[in-house]
């Protein structure tokens, strides 16, 4: 009788879902570093892997072992728990042993989601975050910052914006260390900032005049309509921002120094290290 291979943490693949995202690429890269192998999961992947196709799932899961779940668009959305319950179904079923989830703090389709994970039968960890730091240099804010005002619905509320980085120091571990198995962690940087707070220290940081400007939430919606985004995924993130800016989350933990036995990174030094890649650069 032929015997089986050992398996053992070299020889486990790992899928990373929305692989090219913030946390996802980070994740790739971290594992790569240590010579683990991993699937991206994205629907230019081979084989692909695209959370509203499910014909995709099975395939993007063979040989798996454990998976890195971060859904898009966001949890918050209609519909997304019963998707990751479903995929964690599929995971299940065809050999996947490991979940963790990146979930969002503040939301309570999150909160189904997660228990979506808990529920499955597998070894899960989730890291609960909100706002990270590279949403003011990766997309979404990054037009913003270069052009030198940044209209954001998020009033005057502060938030523990965390950086991907730490999230992602996190997941790796949790996927290469059996002590995170059944951990929650809610995960913040050390300090509350206001969106201009935040902004002020990119300016200061860069040398730049960038300032912040509180638009409502319907002003919002309709500057994304106006940019071409669709009305309804409009609708929804206008309404994830105002629900989660109400001050709900205006509170730090000490998540990444239970998972990582370090305080979290600042974002002072964040803003330091991403304006010397001249990435806010004007003429990018």
Known sequence: MKSMKPQTQAN??????????????????????????IRIGSRSGNPAFDWTNPTTWVPALK???????????????????????????VA??????????????GE?????????????????TIVRASWFYQNF????????????????????????????????????????????????YEVTGPRLLTFNEAVGEIAQATGRDIQYLAISPADYQAGMIEHGIPRDIAELLSELFATVLDGRNTFVTDGIQRALGRAPRDFAQYAKTTAATGVWNVNR
């Open 137 to 184: 240099s990766e997309h979404f804010l990054l037009d913003a910052v270069r052009s030198g005002e940044v209209a954001f619905p998020g009033g005057r509320v502060a938030e523990p914006f965390v950086d991907a980085d730490d999230i992602a120091d996190i997941v790796v571990a949790a996927l290469t260390d059996d002590r995170h198995v059944g951990q929650l």
């Open 12 to 37: 486990k693949l790992t899928l990373i879902t929305s692989g090219t995202g913030k946390t996802g690429r980070r994740v790739a890269m971290r594992l790569e570093e240590r010579s683990l192998p």
């Open 92 to 105: 299940i079923e065809n050999g996947v042993r490991r979940l963790i989830l990146l979930s969002g703090r």
């Open 63 to 89: 040989g798996v072992d454990a998976v890195y779940v971060t859904y898009q668009p966001d949890l918050a959305f209609p519909g997304a728990a019963a998707t990751v319950r479903a995929f964690a179904d």
């Open 108 to 124: 309570d389709g999150a909160l189904l989601a997660e228990q979506a994970i808990r529920e499955s039968g597998a070894a899960w």
